[in-house]
């Protein structure tokens, strides 16, 4: 298997789309329609890659024709599978303030003045925006902060390190018990 951090996550096999064997799938792209473009796709599951014959978009996911797939059975049963890409397929990218999610997976997590509070797991979305989700290392806790310029006002991946600016309460919205 290659190297995680030579792949990507391109997108999501969600449901069957009608009885011909189309699926639906989630892109992580920039342009949801780019999936398409990058060849044979690997997968989370041993041996399997697939080639989007054709592709259509609708709403926020598009409708994906895949070679060998021809009845809806056989798009059921690809449910839940992630997508991804050999980076060297993929653009640079164009400056500093532009990386793959993947770049961030791994870096310390720091405060203002420096104190290490953890290292980044993940950057889930739920739905409501990027999160990134923070280890502690001592207690293996982990937390979730929203991901934006505010929370995250310094990426420094080739440091290896990024800056969390932790909001408070009143920040987020919450309001403090009487």
Not at 123 to 146: C, K, M, Q, V
């Amino acid at each position: 298997m290659t190297n995680s951090k030579n792949r990507l996550l391109v997108g999501t096999i969600g449901a069957a789309h009608g009885i011909k064997g189309e699926v639906r799938i989630t892109p992580f792209t920039q342009d949801p329609e780019a999936i398409g473009t990058y060849g044979p796709l690997e997968t989370d599951r041993a041996g399997l890659v697939v080639t989007i014959a054709k592709l259509r978009l609708q709403k926020n996911v598009v409708v994906a024709r895949l070679k060998g797939v021809d009845d809806r059975n056989a798009a059921e049963a690809l449910n839940g599978v992630s997508l991804f890409v050999e980076r060297s397929k993929l653009p640079e990218p164009d400056d500093e303030d532009d990386f793959y999610h993947a770049d961030l997976l791994g870096l310390a997590a720091r405060l203002q003045d420096g104190t290490v509070i953890g290292e980044v797991i993940a950057l889930p979305n739920f739905g409501a925006g990027d999160l990134i989700e923070i280890r502690d290392p001592r207690s293996g806790d982990t937390y979730l902060y929203p991901f934006t310029k505010a929370v995250v006002p310094e990426i420094r991946i080739a440091d290896g390190y990024l800056v969390i600016e932790v909001p408070t309460d009143a920040e987020l919205g919450e309001e403090e018990p009487d």
